[in-house]
């Protein structure tokens, strides 16, 4: 019997295996500009998440990193909620009105864009992490939250504005304590 059923069954093998893979033709959905938009920010945040996810350490972690950097930190415990939040220090920069602010207007656009294209720097190399003007035409013109181990280097990051350069704008630099990855709101 396993004599007579072995040829059948080879036979069969032999035909699936020439069996041409016949797949059915998927036709490609077109997705509006705001679709794909909307798509590309989602699988950003996905990943965004993803890699947050696996790189989250925890305080203790972060402490210890910062203490290596050499940045000042301590615990604060919250009273409502007993929570446990790591402090550190950071430095403002006030950016207050210089003695030289008669350019022309051309001078001063071009003194803005290296001001600005400087902050960038600043910002891209994880040394500054907030900056702006202030609102209102006083001497005290705008701040920069320097996040850096020490007030030399805050003061001397500040002082290689342009704008400082040029002597329109002048630094005022102060330690300032804030919780440790924690947003603005």
Request: aromatic share 10%; proline share 5%.
């Amino acid at each position: 019997m396993i004599k007579k059923l072995a040829p059948v069954f080879l036979i069969m093998l032999l035909i699936m295996a020439c069996k041409e893979d016949v797949k059915p033709v998927v036709q490609p959905v077109e997705i509006s500009p705001e679709e794909a938009a909307i798509n590309k920010v989602k699988d950003s945040l996905y990943t965004a998440f993803i890699k947050a996810k696996e790189n989250k350490k925890t305080r203790e972690q972060i402490k210890a990193d910062l203490k290596f950097k050499g940045y000042k930190t301590f615990d604060y415990v919250d009273e409502k909620s007993k929570d446990t939040i790591l402090m550190q220090q950071y430095f403002v920069a006030f950016l207050k009105a210089g003695a030289i602010r008669g350019q022309n207007e051309e001078e001063a656009a071009a003194l803005q864009q290296e001001h600005l294209d400087y902050l960038g720097k600043m910002y891209e190399m994880g040394h500054a992490d907030i900056s702006g003007p202030f609102g209102d035409d006083t001497a005290l013109r705008g701040m920069t939250i320097y996040n850096v181990p020490n007030i030399t280097t805050a003061e001397r990051l500040a002082n290689d504005d342009p704008m400082v350069k040029a002597n329109r704008l002048i630094v005022e630099v102060h330690p300032w304590w804030a919780a440790k990855g924690f947003p603005l709101r």
